[in-house]
C-alpha cells in the first residue's frame, strides 16, 4: 500500500469513480471531503453525494462543510495533515489557508484541456460545442479558478453522438489513472530526496470557461440546426435533462440523433413531423432531430422508447404538433 497521507475532496460521480480506481491502488484518503447532502430527483429526496455514498461502503471519516471561510473549518482539515489535497469536481472554493495545509500542495483532476473549459461544467461544455476531443489535465491549485500550473494532460476523443456516460467513464478512468502516476512521482520525490516533478504553466491562448449549467441549458432553440440542440440533449441526459413542453406537458428529451427531413413541405421549426416505431422527428432550422427516450413529468414518469411514446401518449405528440 503506497505510504502517503492524503485528503480527497470531490462530490459527483465523476469523482467517484476516481475515488474507487485510487482505493484500488492502494491509495486510501485519512478522510473524505464532499458537499453537504441536498435534494435531488424527481422527489426531491435529500440525498448523499456519490462520493458520500461510496465512502460510506469504505468506512471513511467524511466532513461536508458549508465552506472554508472561518478558521474553526481550516484548522479541522489542518488536523488531518495531509501531505497532499486531492480535488475532484468538489464544489466548494479552497482559499488561501487551505492551499497552504499540504507540503505537496493541492492537486486539482480537471477534466479538460486546460486552459479550454476552466470551470463547473468542462464535460458538458466541451460535447454541447462540438470539441473533437476533450480530456484530464492535472493541475496544481492556486487561489484564481483552475488557472494553476499542469503536471500532466491527456486526451480523448469525442465522436459525434457518444453517449456522455461513455465520455465520462474514458475521462474518470484516464484521470485516475494519471492522478495515480502523479502521486507515485510525489512519493518517490519524497522519499528519495529527488526534486519534485514541476508543473507547467498554462498556454496563454485558448482561454475557455465552462459556466455553471443552468435551467437555460435545459432548454432547445429549435430555430438553430438539429445538430446544436441534439448535442444539447445528449450532453445534459446523465445529469439535467432537457426540457420542452408539447400541448402544456412536460416532457425530458433523454437521447437524439439528426435526421435529413423526412418530408417534401418544410415545417416550422419547433413542429413534430413524424412519431413512428423509429422516433419522434422534430423539425429544426436545419434538419430534424431525433428522439428515441423520453420521459413524461407527469403520471408513473418512466423512461420511453419509441413504441412507448406510440402506446401510451401518441394523443399528445401527433404530427403538426408545436413543441416548446
Not at 116 to 141: F, L, N
Not at 237 to 252: D, H, I, L, W
Amino acid at each position: 500500500m503506497p505510504d502517503l497521507n492524503f485528503v480527497f475532496a470531490g462530490s459527483p460521480p465523476f469523482a467517484a469513480r476516481i475515488l474507487t480506481d485510487l482505493m484500488t491502488s492502494g491509495f486510501h484518503p485519512r478522510a473524505v471531503y464532499t458537499q453537504p447532502d441536498r435534494p435531488s430527483g424527481r422527489g426531491r429526496k435529500i440525498n448523499p453525494s456519490a462520493v458520500k455514498a461510496l465512502a460510506g461502503t469504505a468506512d471513511l471519516e467524511v466532513e461536508q462543510p458549508l465552506h472554508f471561510k472561518d478558521a474553526k473549518t481550516v484548522n479541522r482539515l489542518a488536523s488531518f495533515a495531509p501531505e497532499v489535497v486531492i480535488v475532484v469536481a468538489y464544489g466548494l472554493i479552497l482559499p488561501k489557508p487551505v492551499l497552504a495545509i499540504p507540503p505537496m500542495g493541492c492537486i486539482n483532476v480537471h477534466a479538460s484541456l486546460l486552459p479550454r473549459w476552466r470551470g463547473a461544467a468542462p464535460i458538458e461544455r466541451a460535447y454541447m460545442d462540438g470539441d473533437a476531443e476533450t480530456g484530464i489535465s492535472i493541475m496544481r491549485m492556486d487561489e484564481a479558478l483552475d488557472a494553476g500550473p499542469v503536471y500532466s494532460i491527456s486526451r480523448v476523443k469525442i465522436t459525434e453522438g457518444m453517449p456522455i456516460a461513455t465520455l465520462e467513464h474514458e475521462l474518470a478512468r484516464d484521470g485516475a489513472s494519471a492522478l495515480i502516476n502523479t502521486l507515485h512521482e510525489f512519493i518517490g520525490a519524497r522519499d528519495n530526496s529527488a526534486p519534485f516533478p514541476e508543473p507547467s504553466p498554462q498556454p496563454t491562448e485558448g482561454l475557455t470557461y465552462a459556466a455553471k449549467l443552468t435551467a437555460i441549458d435545459r432548454h432547445l432553440d429549435f430555430s438553430r440546426p438539429a445538430l446544436e440542440n441534439v448535442r444539447r440533449i445528449n450532453a445534459l441526459a446523465s445529469r439535467m435533462p432537457v426540457r420542452c413542453q408539447v400541448n402544456g406537458r412536460g416532457f425530458q428529451l433523454l437521447t437524439a440523433d439528426v435526421q435529413a427531413s423526412k418530408v417534401s413541405t418544410p415545417h416550422p421549426p419547433g413542429t413534430i413531423t413524424v412519431l413512428d416505431k423509429n422516433g419522434l422527428y422534430i423539425q429544426c432550422a436545419i434538419d430534424q432531430l431525433r428522439l428515441t427516450q423520453i420521459r413524461p413529468e407527469f403520471g408513473k414518469g418512466s423512461r420511453l422508447d419509441p413504441n412507448g411514446m406510440l402506446a401510451g401518449y401518441g394523443q399528445f405528440l401527433a404530427p403538426g404538433t408545436l413543441v416548446v
